[in-house]
């Protein structure tokens, strides 16, 4: 796996943007699955940099793997943050409009709904979070 490592501020979301597209750029990708996969690395990241260290500085690990046969990526996003697991909370009523609907929630649920599989780890105080998505299925 490659790696990056930042610290977590909003203002490093571009580099991570760009590692992503570093790690795609010898691949044929389908489009949609790409914007997908940009999405959801951006909602992963906003988050911790939101809520892993409250007032405090820390960093951000990004891993990503590009695995053919199916074409797949595998991002982990680490970080050593107030142990949280995004997946335990129950996914948004979309149904609602927009003044009945509680505020949060939203971020993960679109990860969940544009990604193959995302699943969560808590292991020697790092939440780690691991997003996978195939990349020419559709």
Known sequence: ???????????????????????????????????????????????????????????????????ESPLKVTMQFIDYGKQYNPLENEDPDISLNAEEKEIGGLGIFLIKKNVDDISYRYCDGKNILTIQKKLNDF
């Not at 796996?1 to 501020?9: E, G, H, R």
């Not at 691949?27 to 260290?53: F, G, P, T």
């Open 1 to 67: 796996m490659n790696k990056l490592t930042v610290p977590a501020k909003i203002e490093n979301l571009q580099k991570v943007m760009d590692f992503l597209g570093d790690q795609l750029d010898s691949v044929d990708y389908v489009m949609k699955a790409r914007l997908q996969l940009e999405l959801s690395i951006e909602e992963a990241y906003v988050n911790i940099v939101n809520y892993a260290y409250g007032l405090e500085e820390g960093e951000v690990i990004i891993c990503c793997n590009v695995g």
